[in-house]
């Protein structure tokens, strides 16, 4: 008996991911690269720049994606672990800003006008990259273990779990604010020059982390995809169908929710980590309730339990928000809202159902019926129970 | 150690539910490959039944002995399930959203059910093939690949009754499987779970009449949380309290 083969969308999937990576790799930094500046096809620098930054938001919603499209875990605080890597990387960059601050002095200048006259210890480990790259990742990690391990074994379901994460992200918005936390308070990290001899204004910099940042997409893209097509990632969706089910098949359904939960935190972290040099600047308000929310937007757009849909979400979302707000900026907030009304209550597989179902029709006109993938023929002896369907 | 027959050996087990005994000094014992119905009112205490010994709920009191000397009380509902007990649940509780061999492969009893050994496990040719034998005793041969949640109401009833297979277990616990189900699905169902009794102990619960006298061997009846008779079914349905307080009330009801 065979096993069943890699169904014919999985294939269009791959064939269309590697035709993306490969735009997104060579041929726009190409365009930013090649053209001169006043031909049309030309890419500046702010666009590369702004994609960028819409390249790392579909890392974080590639983690949402995978705890609540294929788990059925709705988590409302992934902004949380997207600012622990912001900020670990935050604090790197702010420690080397040196002596080329405003007030002149080693300590970053929000310290100086804070009264702190030595850098507090934790910022220690932040003095060298490898610090930073660690700690992007790992704090993210480790609170989402924990967190997870006291939420998940606790039997925190569904909406509980919605909004205790909900209320984790009000409350990191919290403390992140105070001046005595020591991160910047209200006006978070900013300012920052250069990473390992690298200096961020430059564009040379800049399009070397857009690729960075293309490249850690793929990684990311690759690792959930692995993950989904193996049988723990068929167990993940089991969980979300019948978890009870699950529970009398043998699993335990909460350690499959944290394990999910923590690579979901370790992207986010990813992604903090790779959005903080692009954009220069983190503050609190990026990590709050909104923009927890907000991922989970970009998901329902695009199209939750598809891997796809997560990132074409977060960049289509963003995209629009950069062109609407040009126009529109008072509106934006309630076209984001109307976007998730329509798209939960008219297309609830979101941009790549809408696509799926237009394939689907030219696949119906070619498709062989469904008994020819089949393994075999049912012995014409054995029970046929599903023969006298009413 | 004890040296009778039995598989499954249930002795006064209270499930109290703030002062509404849903099972009350329940006594029940099955045998080994015996396949055997629960019949009983509604709210007599027969899904309660089930689920104290999968371990779904926790019963107040009360030994259930497994097998020669495992008592599951305290024991969780995995646990439970890997030392052979299968549940199948009255609503169809498959996954929806996998395919028919999916379901069943998931089901499978496999040596770890930890996240990374079945982040790296992959199927055997033995596993492919146990599967594949699954599928044709449930009927489902021609739709390996149909999404679970498009199957009939009856389909997902046997695909759900493979899935417990698979788990290899001794004891299956099977509830209500034929509610809702048409006649010749019915009669499918019961030769079903014959053909499975040659291997496995079974315990039914159904309401179906018809369906009891199909596969029964010997009924029990259950009324507020006690076994208050148990036989043959001509002798449960000769039996005057039986019909006081079930089969009576049954006529009335129809």
């Given amino acids: 008996m065979p096993e069943p083969v890699m169904p014919k969308s999985d294939r269009r999937e791959t064939l269309v991911v590697a035709l993306a990576a490969g735009i997104l790799l060579i041929v726009l930094p190409l365009l930013n690269l090649l053209p001169a500046e006043d031909?049309?096809?030309?890419?500046?620098?702010?666009?590369?720049?702004?994609?960028?930054?819409?390249?790392c938001f579909a890392i974080l919603a590639l983690g949402l994606d995978l705890?609540?499209?294929?788990?059925?875990?709705?988590?409302?605080?992934?902004?949380?672990?997207?600012?622990?890597?912001?900020?670990?990387?935050?604090?790197?960059?702010?420690?080397?800003?040196?002596?080329e601050s405003v007030y002149g002095s080693e300590l970053p200048d929000f310290m100086v006008w804070t009264q702190v006259k030595e850098l507090?210890?934790?910022?220690?480990?932040?003095?060298?990259?490898?610090?930073?790259?660690?700690?992007?990742?790992?704090?993210?990690?480790?609170?989402?273990?924990?967190?997870?391990?006291?939420?998940?074994r606790s039997r925190i379901k569904g909406v509980y779990f919605a909004i205790i994460t909900?209320?984790?992200?009000?409350?990191?918005?919290?403390?992140?604010?105070?001046?005595?936390t020591r991160l910047g308070g209200t006006n978070g990290l900013t300012d920052f020059k250069q990473a390992l001899g690298f200096r961020l204004t430059d564009p040379?910099?800049?399009?070397?982390?857009?690729?960075?940042?293309?490249?850690?997409?793929?990684?990311?893209?690759?690792?959930?995809?692995?993950?989904?097509?193996?049988?723990?990632?068929?167990?993940?969706?089991?969980?979300?169908?019948?978890?009870?089910?699950?529970?009398?098949?043998?699993?335990?359904?909460?350690?499959?929710?944290?394990?999910?939960?923590?690579?979901?935190?370790?992207?986010?972290?990813?992604?903090?980590?790779?959005?903080?040099?692009?954009?220069?600047?983190?503050?609190?308000?990026?990590?709050?309730?909104?923009?927890?929310?907000?991922?989970?937007?970009?998901?329902?757009?695009?199209?939750?339990?598809?891997?796809?849909?997560?990132?074409?979400?977060?960049?289509?979302?963003?995209?629009?928000?950069?062109?609407?707000?040009?126009?529109?900026?008072?509106?934006?907030?309630?076209?984001?809202?109307?976007?998730?009304?329509?798209?939960?209550?008219?297309?609830?597989?979101?941009?790549?159902?809408?696509?799926?179902?237009?394939?689907?029709?030219?696949?119906?006109?070619?498709?062989?019926?469904?008994?020819?993938?089949?393994?075999?023929?049912?012995?014409?002896?054995?029970?046929?129970?599903?023969?006298?369907?009413? | 150690m004890t040296t009778d027959n039995l598989i499954l050996k249930c002795e006064n087990v209270v499930m109290d539910y703030d002062g509404f005994k849903a099972l009350n000094n329940c006594n029940f014992s099955v045998q080994y490959n015996e396949l055997r119905v629960v019949i009983g009112p509604n709210g007599a205490g027969k899904t309660t039944l089930l689920d104290v010994i999968c371990g779904k709920t926790h019963p107040t009191s009360g030994t259930i002995r497994f097998g020669k000397n495992t008592n599951l009380v305290g024991k969780n509902a995995e646990d439970i399930t890997k030392l052979g007990v299968g549940r199948k649940f009255q609503a169809p509780s498959i996954y929806g959203n996998l395919s028919v061999w999916q379901n069943l492969d998931l089901s499978l009893k496999r040596a770890s059910k930890g996240v990374f050994p079945t982040l790296m496990g992959r199927s055997t040719p033995a596993e492919r093939e146990r599967i594949g034998e699954t599928l044709e005793t449930i009927g489902l041969s021609a739709d390996v690949h149909t999404?679970?949640?498009?199957?009939?109401?009856?389909?997902?009833?046997?695909?759900?009754?493979?899935?417990?297979?698979?788990?290899?277990?001794?004891?299956?616990?099977?509830?209500?499987?034929?509610?809702?189900?048409s006649d010749t699905e019915t009669e499918q169902t019961g030769r079903l779970l014959q053909s499975l009794a040659e291997k496995h102990a079974i315990v039914v619960i159904e309401h179906d009449m018809d369906f009891v006298r199909q596969i029964a061997r010997i009924v029990t009846v259950l009324a507020e949380g006690t076994v208050i008779c148990e036989g043959t079914v001509e002798q449960v349905q000769a039996d005057n309290h039986v019909r006081e307080i079930y089969l009576g009330r049954a006529k009335v009801a129809h």
């Fill in chain 1, 39 to 55: 031909s049309w096809l030309h890419l500046s620098d702010f666009r590369l720049n702004q994609f960028g930054k819409f390249l």
């Fill in chain 1, 67 to 99: 705890i609540w499209g294929y788990c059925g875990v709705l988590s409302l605080g992934q902004g949380v672990f997207f600012g622990f890597g912001a900020y670990c990387m935050g604090m790197y960059l702010s420690l080397q800003i040196g002596s």
């Fill in chain 1, 120 to 152: 507090p210890l934790f910022w220690y480990p932040f003095k060298s990259f490898v610090g930073g790259f660690l700690g992007a990742i790992l704090v993210p990690v480790l609170f989402a273990t924990i967190f997870g391990f006291l939420a998940f």
């Fill in chain 1, 166 to 180: 909900q209320a984790l992200a009000f409350a990191a918005w919290l403390v992140f604010n105070r001046n005595e």
């Fill in chain 1, 204 to 390: 040379a910099t800049q399009r070397g982390l857009y690729i960075l940042t293309v490249l850690a997409l793929c990684a990311a893209y690759l690792l959930c995809r692995w993950i989904v097509a193996s049988r723990a990632g068929k167990v993940l969706i089991a969980i979300r169908d019948s978890e009870q089910r699950v529970t009398f098949s043998g699993y335990t359904p909460w350690v499959y929710k944290l394990f999910v939960f923590v690579v979901a935190a370790g992207l986010a972290g990813l992604s903090g980590l790779l959005y903080v040099p692009q954009v220069g600047i983190i503050t609190p308000a990026q990590i709050g309730v909104l923009p927890s929310l907000e991922v989970v937007i970009w998901v329902a757009v695009g199209g939750r339990g598809t891997l796809i849909g997560a990132v074409l979400g977060a960049v289509a979302v963003n995209y629009g928000r950069s062109v609407l707000t040009n126009y529109f900026p008072e509106a934006w907030p309630f076209i984001l809202g109307g976007l998730f009304v329509v798209v939960v209550t008219l297309f609830p597989d979101g941009l790549v159902g809408i696509l799926r179902k237009l394939f689907a029709r030219k696949d119906e006109a070619s498709a062989p019926g469904p008994t020819e993938t089949g393994p075999a023929a049912p012995s014409p002896t054995a029970p046929r129970p599903g023969g006298a369907v009413t």
């Fill in chain 2, 147 to 181: 999404r679970a949640g498009s199957l009939s109401h009856g389909q997902k009833q046997w695909l759900e009754i493979g899935m417990v297979i698979l788990q290899d277990p001794s004891l299956l616990l099977v509830d209500e499987p034929v509610a809702g189900m």
